[in-house]
């Protein structure tokens, strides 16, 4: 069974400017440059149903470690982030939303915080961004 972590990590993936050779890891950002990881928050809305369904909007860290050293990686690093903020976008627009495992259907993804600098070292830097994610599940 996939994790709603996995199913956007995979969603991601499909996303042309994600490098395919550097693995979106789970809650663990690798200490490399050019590393990516997603963590689930403790926020999210639970709304129950009688059936047992349950309506869920969940929130994941997205987090990229990237050089940082000079000013003009600086602004590319922005604009890659803004360009994924933008598929992200388009993709709900589209609705190419997440694949779910049976029992889960996603019905919106979005941008939940932008992007920002979360820290900054002599030669890299950490960004984070939050994705909103709502779907349904159905009762076990």
């Not at 994790?3 to 996303?15: K, M, P």
């Not at 690093?77 to 939303?97: D, F, G, I, K, S």
């Amino acid at each position: 069974m996939a994790t709603v972590s996995q199913s956007i990590i995979t969603w991601l993936g499909t996303n042309p400017t994600v490098d395919v050779d550097t693995d979106v890891n789970t809650d663990m950002l690798a200490a490399q440059a050019l590393a990516m990881a997603l963590y689930k928050t403790p926020q999210a809305t639970v709304i129950p149903y009688v059936d047992g369904t349950r309506d869920i909007t969940g929130y994941y860290n997205f987090l990229l470690r990237q050089r940082a050293n000079q000013e003009a990686k600086r602004r590319d690093n922005q604009a890659w982030l803004e360009a994924l903020e933008a598929w992200v976008y388009a993709q709900q627009m589209a609705r190419t939303l997440p694949s779910m495992d049976a029992g889960r259907t996603c019905h919106r993804v979005f941008i939940a915080n932008t992007f920002y600098m979360t820290s900054a070292e002599t030669d890299e830097a950490v960004y984070q961004l939050t994705i909103g994610i709502n779907y349904t599940e159905k009762a076990a």
